[in-house]
């Protein structure tokens, strides 16, 4: 079963992580060379992606696309490009070739609705963001409030004072690319209608109840709504991920598989809190990820292929604790509104159960929860799980995790499982856990404090002394799996090539081999 793969960009969550899936499935899955993908901020090389495409899909039993990549030449070239709207159509065009070359070829296509980030900060977004980005937020926002009748008088006040205080010339270029793209969203529902895109996700990126991005999405679903494509479309909180959702749904389409999952909380109000940097609860968004991968929710337990085990906060939006804050430092739904010895007694009797058990580490942002996860380090959990995320967004962590859960969960019920395919999903659990938990929660922010500024560094630059830092990085890893990981039962865990993809902290590379110990 050929997959072809082009990814959003060219980092590990985008390029490697559903590579890993696939390698522990029979899924032959070929994906661009780096030469052609892009670096940050420069663009891919489009003319060669599509040549490439051209001669990997013609054999091809299915095609992962992203649009962003294909049309825009990467996930932050979409934020800064002058492309118009019929160069977008010219670019959009080589699907339709991809299909008549391959008539028998599925594309399961996404392409993200553009982020508005609520900082200023240039690092991922046109320069003049570096001033002007929380007030272009904002400005949004209120725009948005304004369109639905919602603004206050001193709504009004303040979006006056923000008219003025931004430059024309700044609005002019960020909402003329804003309705570029927003075009080839609508361009490509139109492919979807006509057949040549099979499946699309639009993902939300980093979004919130107001603003520019929810605009563009009601305006995308009116449209999805006119021309019936519920079934063929689907929108909601995510980007980093889609490649693992996608890969997860050609699996389950190509196995005619239906995984049914059961879930499971770790706060009763978990399911209707708001994730930060999303719109909707989180409820909602499970079911969005599920279905996307052509799975459905269990009603009982017993029924169920694999159970979500979801550690979520009690509290929305801005509540949702940093892992590096300290435990006595966050809101006080940790204390009275999650309940972590339940929760972690009900993973314990699941998994002794023989169920496949995936773990969405969503409680705090942008890394693992630590007080979880010396508890099952404690109880010793950590090499029963199935399966592991948590890092960045809800959405980041959720579309990873349940992605390789439903990959277990179809093996764990069929003879067809050998020790080298096992061998490749530990080796994705186990590079969850070292970046999740001993990167994102634990290293970067001690690399970020202590080291880069001793260098002249920054959080978002750090190619001055990319070696010497990255070295630093690879002793915190190797300390970390030394401290938590090195007396493992099954087997060895061995890391090389600790790398920084984008020369700064807020991600991280590397190669984790697993061997099992001989029995």
């Known amino acids: 079963m050929k997959v072809v793969y082009l990814p959003l960009d060219e980092r590990p969550c985008n390029l490697k992580y559903p590579q890993q899936l696939a390698a522990m499935t029979d899924l032959e899955l070929h994906v661009p060379g780096m030469k052609l ?19 990997e899909a013609k054999d091809a039993n299915y095609l992962i696309l992203s649009l962003d990549m294909l049309v825009y030449g990467g996930i932050i070239p979409s934020r800064l490009h002058y492309l118009t709207k019929e160069e977008c159509i010219k670019r959009l065009d080589v699907i339709k070739v991809l299909k008549r070359q391959n008539q028998e070829l599925k594309i399961y296509a996404f392409n993200l609705i553009m982020r508005v980030p609520g900082y200023n900060s240039s690092d991922e977004e046109p320069d003049y963001y570096e001033f002007y980005g929380e007030r ?23 979006l006056q004072l923000l008219t003025e205080e931004i430059p024309q010339d700044v609005i002019d270029d960020f909402i003329g690319r804003r309705k570029v793209n927003a075009f080839t969203n609508e361009y490509a529902i139109d492919l979807a209608d006509q057949g040549l895109i099979d499946f699309l996700i639009i993902p939300l990126d980093d979004n919130a109840e107001y603003g520019f991005s929810s605009q563009e999405q009601s305006n995308l679903l009116c449209k999805v709504e006119k021309m019936n494509l519920w079934d063929q479309a689907a929108i909601y909180p995510g980007a980093d991920e889609i490649g693992c959702t996608l890969l997860a749904k050609v699996f389950c389409d190509a196995r005619q598989y239906t995984p049914a999952l059961f879930l499971r909380y770790s706060s009763t109000k978990g399911p209707f809190i708001i994730p930060k940097y999303e719109d909707r609860s ?123 859960t439903i990959i277990e969960s179809y093996y764990n019920q069929r003879s067809e499982e050998n020790r080298q395919r096992r061998r490749k999903s530990r080796e994705f659990y186990y590079s969850r856990l070292v970046e ?23 959080y978002f630059d750090i190619s001055s002394h990319l070696e010497e830092i990255q070295g630093i990085i690879a002793k915190y890893l190797e300390a970390f799996i030394e401290e938590n990981l090195a007396g493992l039962k099954e087997g060895k865990i061995e890391l090389t090539h600790v790398y920084s993809p984008w020369k700064r902290m807020f991600e991280v590379g590397f190669v984790l081999n697993f061997a099992f110990i001989k029995e």
């Open 37 to 55: 993908l892009g670096a940050k901020k420069k663009p891919a090389n489009v003319e060669g992606i599509q040549n490439w495409l051209m001669h």
């Open 136 to 158: 272009i937020s904002n400005y949004g926002k209120l725009m948005d409030k304004k369109s639905r009748g919602e603004l206050t008088d001193s709504d009004a006040h303040l």
């Open 282 to 404: 989180l409820q909602e968004s499970i079911k969005s990820h599920i279905t996307a991968m052509g799975g459905v929710i269990a009603d009982q337990s017993a029924d169920a292929d694999a159970i979500l085990f979801t550690h979520s906060p009690a509290i929305s939006q801005s509540g949702v604790a940093e892992p590096f804050l300290a435990f006595g430092e966050r809101h006080r739904s940790y204390f009275s509104e999650i309940n972590y010895r339940e929760f972690v007694q009900a993973l314990k009797y699941y998994l002794g159960n023989n169920k496949v058990v995936g773990l969405a580490d969503v409680a705090t942002c942008n890394g693992s929860d630590q007080t979880l996860m010396f508890m099952l380090k404690k109880q010793g959990l950590l090499e029963k799980l199935d399966a592991y995320a948590g890092w960045n967004t809800s959405g980041n962590t959720l579309g990873t995790v349940i992605a390789h």
């Open 436 to 458: 999740d938990w001993g990167y994102q929660t634990i290293a970067r922010k001690a690399v970020a404090n202590n080291d880069v500024p001793r260098f002249g560094g920054t």
